[in-house]
């Protein structure tokens, strides 16, 4: 199974600011097989991008993805109001799927 | 519009079983596979496995082997998930999410089922 450790587990930061978010897998993921998903308290987790770096239509492009292998990023270019979340990396390159522990982004 | 529509909160008694619905709409429901998808309270995701409604074929993560099991109803686009021998530790809200592919990620979500296991 692999594993993705995300960190760091919380950021603070202003809305206007940029956030890098860090996933990291205990081994090589294949073709770019990741997924990033944002999550609001009470709700499901919403697709913002997948195959590492493309993003789903209606998903703003302050969103970002990049990396390959066993490191992937995930940015945020200029927080705005609605950001302020919990993130969680996925990957789809194994037959079992396994998520990361999930960034939460707060309002510093 | 594409909608997945799960079936209310649920309380059970260790030891039973549950099985949460998953009604979808807005989209052709044997194209795309069904994912499960779990949250204990205040923690992260956990994958639970797959459906294919078009063929019934399944594939379940192995944490869950033996408990879980995953059909569906084409007549009406319903996908079921029944968990059994359930303990504390099952509590958690229970998502159901569209996927493109058996292996991959999921662009559309159910709003989550809370199954609460309590004597």
């Known amino acids: 199974e692999i594993v993705l450790t995300q960190s760091p587990g919380t950021l603070s930061l202003s809305p206007g600011e940029r956030a890098t978010l860090s996933c990291r897998a205990s081994?090589?993921?294949?073709?770019?097989?990741l997924a990033w998903y944002q999550q609001k308290p009470g709700q499901a987790p919403r697709l913002l991008i997948y195959?590492?770096?493309s993003r789903p239509t209606g998903i703003p492009d302050r969103f970002s993805g990049s990396g390959s292998g066993t490191d992937f990023t995930l940015t945020i270019s200029r927080l705005e109001p609605e950001d302020f979340a919990v993130y969680y990396c996925?990957?789809?390159?194994?037959?079992?799927?396994?998520f990361g522990g999930g960034t939460k982004v707060e309002i510093k | 519009q594409v909608q997945l529509v799960q079936s209310g909160a649920e309380v059970r008694k260790p030891g039973a079983s549950v099985k949460v619905s998953c009604r979808t709409s807005?989209?052709?429901?044997?194209?795309?596979?069904i994912q499960w998808v779990r949250q204990a309270p205040g923690q992260g995701l956990e994958w639970m496995g797959w459906?294919?409604?078009?063929?019934?074929?399944?594939n379940y993560a192995q944490k869950f082997q033996g408990r879980v099991t995953m059909t569906r109803d084409t007549s009406i686009s319903t996908v079921y998930m029944e968990l059994t021998r359930l303990t504390s530790d099952d509590t958690a809200v229970y998502y159901c999410a569209r996927a493109p592919s058996r292996l991959t990620y999921f662009d559309h979500g159910g709003q989550g089922t809370l199954v609460t296991v309590s004597s």
């Open positions: 807005g989209y052709s429901f044997t194209v795309y596979y």
């Open positions: 081994q090589s993921i294949s073709n770019y097989q």
């Open positions: 459906i294919n409604p078009n063929s019934g074929s399944t």
């Open positions: 996925q990957q789809y390159g194994s037959s079992s799927l396994t």
């Open positions: 195959a590492a770096s």
